[in-house]
């Protein structure tokens, strides 16, 4: 695989996974009972961005691992062309 196909793959991975990160436990400024003016309510009273994009980053960095293995496994490449 070439250098251009596996930071793509890299990256579509990184996006799904700091997607599938971002909800996991939130707290709206509701919940935390301090609703600063102008935003919307339901916001993220702290949305933690930067520890969420290094999850999403080891995420990805061992789903990526894991892809390159399966595709240069010499076991794996002759059990899927049987």
Do not use: C
Not at 13 to 33: D, H, K, T, Y
Not at 50 to 59: V, Y
């Amino acid at each position: 695989m070439q250098i251009g196909s596996i930071i793509a793959v890299f990256f579509v991975i990184w996006w799904l996974s700091f997607v599938a990160v971002l909800p996991i436990g939130n707290r709206s400024q509701i919940e935390v009972g301090k609703v600063t003016a102008g935003t919307e309510p339901a916001a993220p009273a702290t949305p933690h961005l930067l520890r969420r994009a290094l999850i999403a980053t080891g995420i990805a960095i061992v789903m990526t691992a894991l892809l390159l293995w399966g595709l240069t496994n010499e076991t794996l490449h002759h059990y899927w062309n049987r």
